[in-house]
């Protein structure tokens, strides 16, 4: 069983986190144990991440040593087998400013990265960054590019973009150092709506390539 650190934010939270590398096996844990820490008393709020998970709670009810056993009782349970949650289809106009820079990295046409790009079923890890900013896991590897070198100071909302090896898109208009290959007219974010966001983590995304 991989090993859970254990560190305080301050007086009332803490943060419980996993060591590289990300992988979905390791975001189930995350959300297995978040599922476990809900039931929980004096716990507050729960925020998982990218191999750690926060929880905030009450230090009138509970004592951070307390819940720091309870933490690793509940990590010490086995796995369970999860569900993944819904498949969610966006679809994606493949024209981003980076779209090129992209392809000449990895040695691949234009048309072989959308093809890639569009090949895969992701899994949505956690969310993050800014409102209904999901990252997601399965990228090909053949398509892993690092960020750029100097941030855009403006993502348009719904750029489809390329950060290392995941995958994502901007709900909101943003600044922003992924690749830009494309962008999408679905909405990710909207405050009206319940849920406000339109992935979760668990969620399946498959991206579906419009006209040009």
Not at 186 to 206: H, I, K, M, N, Y
């Amino acid at each position: 069983m991989t090993q859970l650190s254990i560190h305080p934010l301050g007086e009332a939270a803490l943060c419980c986190s996993l060591p590289a590398p990300l992988s979905l096996e390791q975001q189930q844990r995350i959300w297995q144990l978040a599922a476990g820490l809900a039931r929980v008393d004096g716990v507050l709020g729960l925020i998982p991440g990218m191999n750690n998970l926060t929880l905030s709670f009450d230090p009138l009810s509970t004592e951070a040593a307390a819940l720091e056993q309870t933490v690793l009782a509940l990590w010490a349970q086995p796995a369970r087998r999860q569900q993944l949650g819904r498949r969610v289809e966006i679809p994606v106009r493949y024209d981003g400013p980076d779209l090129a820079d992209v392809a000449a990295h990895c040695g691949l046409s234009p048309d072989e990265v959308v093809r890639r790009h569009t090949a895969a079923e992701y899994v949505v890890y956690f969310i993050g960054f800014q409102p209904g900013f999901a990252y997601l896991g399965g990228l090909d590897a053949a398509l892993h590019t690092p960020r750029r070198a100097e941030p855009r100071v403006s993502v348009p909302a719904g750029s489809v973009g390329i950060g290392g090896a995941q995958t994502g898109i901007y709900p909101l208009a943003t600044p922003g150092g992924w690749q830009l290959i494309g962008r999408t007219a679905l909405p990710l974010f909207d405050p009206r709506a319940e849920p406000p966001t339109l992935l979760a983590p668990g969620d399946r995304v498959r991206f579906v390539a419009e006209p040009a």
